[in-house]
């Protein structure tokens, strides 16, 4: 902790677009050091974490200027990162030059130190320039193994998978404790029944099986996804594999946002199941709520990162046709494509037998089949209307449907992950627990955009009808099994922290009594 540092990238008007932030590092080649300037007001850096209170260094993110010998008298070389020293490693005073503020209260993560930054005419050596894309030497000429300001811009961003990996993972952490605590407190409290009969638990009613029990299928879906993410970012950083690259880039950034949407609306609906016991502060939901929201915004914004899904799945569908290789997460598309844009087969919309609803193969093809669509109609619409509106016009006409796309994508991925998982599993008992849950996410996710299945004739009326009561029906089976998943987490108590979502039922109302003060 003798070195604690800053990530300074985000501006005070600039965070998703940060080819566009405005902090300038100039070379100044009399004494071989760059200058760091904040040239206004909207270049202030802001919600830099450790900036505050604690960090004594910065990686500055600013656009490197070399001097040059025409009218222009500088040339922008585009965004780099620089370590700047913020504060007096002796005595933690504020560096001349450096103008560091606390950004304030926030909604949640209080314990988090977030500073805005200023800098007026800051000089650090040249070697304090990040050159692992692009160097500097001492008579100011520039180098770089990439041949463009994109493709460096591009290769420095591609470093932040890392954090966008750990978000996806964490925030799937947090859903796992809060359907933890409001399924425990929904097998421990008891709510009305039949009459002149004991009260009967509120996880027992329809209502709170459809609440929950999906969600319950959807964590442990998340689950899987991310544990291979994470695989696959360790193998992307042992063997710098350069389709393994694209490929993680768009997992994680999907994953990422994806995840951290289901979960924050899933807090609320936790908090709702578990009544008036779920608004106690002490019983969590409200605090987990707010320090998880801002999942959905840092290390890129959710509808951002879906965008970025979308281009990748672009570039594939251009490669497709173009006869070029496709990333492993894709292969669906080169595989099947011809198959899923087919039309409809008239005999198996019909199907309404478990066995074949409860079959991967059909379950599958049913995401990929959505995919498929989604994908070729627009690329039809983004031709036709680049027409007229250009590029950036037409995707933003066709941006809605663009981001349909990446989460049907994203949802094709989470259930191949769980399919997968479910064949692995070694236990025949537990393997059979897992395909019950596995099976109840893939038809909550068809019966959820049904409407779609119905407008092109994937799915008949009554094949419809048949998905929406098994859906029911393996709600109700997977509340029988809903303790065991749950404490399958393995979550202690010191993790929990909520009375109300403990181990020991017995014991909640006591120590929930106790913790108030009663």
Not at 98 to 107: L, P, R, S, T
Not at 271 to 279: I, K, L, T
Not at 397 to 418: D, G, K, M, P, W
Request: hydrophobic share 40%.
């Amino acid at each position: 902790m003798e070195y604690t540092g800053c990530f300074a990238m985000t501006e005070l008007h600039h965070g998703s677009n940060v080819q566009g932030i405005q902090t300038v590092a100039t070379f100044d080649p009399v004494t071989d050091e760059f200058v760091i300037d904040t040239p206004n007001d909207g270049a202030i850096k802001w919600w830099i974490g450790n900036a505050a209170v604690h960090g004594k260094f910065a990686s500055v993110f600013a656009k490197l200027m070399l001097p040059t010998h025409d009218a222009k008298g500088v040339s922008d070389m585009g965004v780099h990162a620089f370590i700047v020293p913020i504060r007096d490693l002796m005595t933690h005073e504020t560096l001349p030059g450096v103008e560091i503020n606390d950004c304030g209260h926030k909604v949640g993560l209080n314990g988090v130190d977030n500073g805005a930054l200023r800098f007026r005419s800051v000089r650090i050596p040249r070697e304090n320039l990040l050159n692992r894309f692009g160097d500097v030497s001492r008579d100011g000429k520039y180098t770089s193994s990439l041949p463009t300001i994109s493709k460096r811009f591009g290769a420095t961003l591609g470093e932040l998978v890392g954090g966008r990996v750990g978000l996806a993972y964490s925030s799937n952490g947090v859903l796992k404790i809060a359907t933890t605590i409001a399924i425990r407190y929904s097998l421990l409290r008891q709510q009305f029944g039949p009459p002149k009969q004991p009260e009967i638990s509120i996880i027992d009613y329809q209502s709170h099986q459809h609440k929950l029990m999906p969600m319950l299928a959807s964590t442990y879906a998340f689950h899987f996804a991310t544990l291979h993410l994470v695989d696959k970012y360790a193998e992307m950083k042992k063997t710098h594999d350069e389709d393994l690259v694209g490929d993680v880039h768009a997992l994680s950034a999907g994953l990422k946002a994806y995840v951290t949407s289901y979960t924050a609306k899933s807090l609320s609906i936790c908090r709702e199941s578990c009544g008036g016991h779920g608004y106690a502060a002490v019983n969590r939901f409200g605090s987990l709520r707010n320090d998880h929201d801002i999942f959905q915004t840092f290390e890129g914004d959710n509808t951002v990162l879906l965008q970025q899904v979308a281009i990748d799945l672009l570039k594939q569908y251009k490669e497709k046709f173009q006869g070029g290789s496709l990333a492993v997460t894709w292969n669906y598309l080169k595989e099947s494509m011809n198959t899923y844009l087919a039309q409809p087969n008239p005999v198996t919309s019909r199907w309404e037998g478990e066995d074949h609803l409860r079959d991967p193969n059909f379950q599958l093809d049913a995401f990929r089949y959505r995919t498929s669509r989604l994908l070729q109609s627009v690329a039809a619409r983004l031709q036709k209307h680049s027409k007229n509106l250009g590029g950036f016009g037409a995707w933003n006409r066709c941006l809605n449907h663009l981001l349909t796309l990446a989460e049907s994508h994203i949802e094709s991925v989470i259930l191949e992950r769980f399919i997968e998982a479910v064949k692995s599993c070694p236990d025949e008992g537990s393997r059979n627990a897992l395909k019950l849950v596995c099976d109840l996410y893939a038809l909550d996710r068809i019966w959820n955009d049904i409407g779609t299945y119905r407008n092109v004739d994937y799915v008949a009326p009554n094949k419809a009808k048949a998905i929406h009561k098994l859906t029911v029906y393996l709600s109700f089976q997977v509340r029988n099994i809903a303790k065991e998943l749950v404490d399958a987490f393995d979550l202690p108590d010191f993790v929990i922290r909520a009375p109300i979502g403990l181990q020991t039922a017995d014991e909640a109302y006591s120590q929930y009594t106790q913790l108030v003060g009663f």
